[in-house]
T-cell receptor
Framework: SQQGEEDPQALSIQEGENATMNCSYK?????LQWYRQNSGRGLVHLIL?????REKHSGRLRVTLDTSKKSSSLLITASRAADTASYFC?????????????FGTGTRLQVTL | DTGVSQDPRHKITKRGQNVTFRCDPI?????LYWYRQTLGQGPEFLTY????????KSRLLSDRFSAERPKGSFSTLEIQRTEQGDSAMYLC????????????????FGPGTRLTVL
C-alpha cells in the first residue's frame, strides 16, 4: 500500500515559474527520497534527505523535511519544459537494515512554453 | 543511463501463461529490488535480495510469483498462470548497501518491463 499522499495530484505551470509539490507520510523514516518518472519510463533519483536534515539543495531542486509533521516538499525553480514528468516521494523505514522504499501517489507536473 | 537493465521492455501474454522477466543490476551493487507499478500509482514493493539471499517479500507477492537471484548477480521474476490483474509495469532497482550507512542506500531503477495480460 502507498505510504502517503502527494499534493497536488497534478500541477500545470509555465516555463520559468517555480513548482512546489508536497508529500505526507505516515511512519517513522530513515530518509526520504524524490524521484522523477517520465511517461512510461523508469524512475530517476533526484535527491535524498535524511531524517536529521531539514533542507537540502541540488541544482534547481530544494527539498525540505519536517519530521514532526511527517511531510516534505520539493521545489523546482525556474522550471523548464523538460521538467514535465511525474514526481514521487519515497520513504525508507527507520528499522534495522531494511531499505525498501514506500512511494507516494505522485504529482504530475506539466510545464508549458 | 542508470546502468540497471531489464528485459524484455514489453510483454504481451494471454491469461494463464507463464512469463519471466530479467533484471541486470549495476555490477557492484549488492541489493536488488522488484517493484510493481500500476497506471496512475506509485511503485509498490514486491521483494528484495541482498546478494543471493531473498530477505523480504511483500504480501503482494502471491504464490504465483517467484523471484530468484542466483550467484547474487542478475535476477528473474516469474509469474505463473498470469491474470489480467497482473498487468502492470515491473520495475527493478539496485543499490550498494553498506552496514551503518543505510541513509545513503540510494536505489537506481531500470526502465521497467510493461506486462499486458489479455
Amino acid at each position: 500500500s502507498q505510504q502517503g499522499e502527494e499534493d497536488p495530484q497534478a500541477l500545470s505551470i509555465q516555463e520559468g515559474e517555480n513548482a512546489t509539490m508536497n508529500c505526507s507520510y505516515k511512519t517513522s523514516i530513515n530518509n526520504l527520497q524524490w524521484y522523477r518518472q517520465n511517461s512510461g519510463r523508469g524512475l530517476v533519483h533526484l535527491i535524498l534527505i535524511r531524517s536529521n536534515e531539514r533542507e537540502k539543495h541540488s541544482g534547481r531542486l530544494r527539498v525540505t523535511l519536517d519530521t514532526s509533521k511527517k511531510s516534505s516538499s520539493l521545489l523546482i525553480t525556474a522550471s523548464r519544459a523538460a521538467d514535465t514528468a511525474s514526481y514521487f516521494c519515497a520513504t525508507a523505514p527507520n528499522t534495522g537494515t531494511a531499505s525498501k522504499l514506500t512511494f507516494g501517489t505522485g504529482t504530475r507536473l506539466q510545464v508549458t512554453l | 543511463d542508470t546502468g540497471v537493465s531489464q528485459d524484455p521492455r514489453h510483454k504481451i501474454t494471454k491469461r494463464g501463461q507463464n512469463v519471466t522477466f530479467r533484471c541486470d543490476p549495476i555490477s557492484e551493487h549488492n541489493r536488488l529490488y522488484w517493484y510493481r507499478q500500476t497506471l496512475g500509482q506509485g511503485p509498490e514493493f514486491l521483494t528484495y535480495f541482498q546478494n543471493e539471499a531473498q530477505l523480504e517479500k511483500s504480501r503482494l507477492l502471491s504464490d504465483r510469483f517467484s523471484a530468484e537471484r542466483p550467484k547474487g548477480s542478475f535476477s528473474t521474476l516469474e509469474i505463473q498462470r498470469t491474470e489480467q490483474g497482473d498487468s502492470a509495469m515491473y520495475l527493478c532497482a539496485s543499490s550498494l548497501f553498506r552496514r551503518g550507512l543505510t541513509s545513503t542506500d540510494t536505489q537506481y531503477f531500470g526502465p521497467g518491463t510493461r506486462l499486458t495480460v489479455l
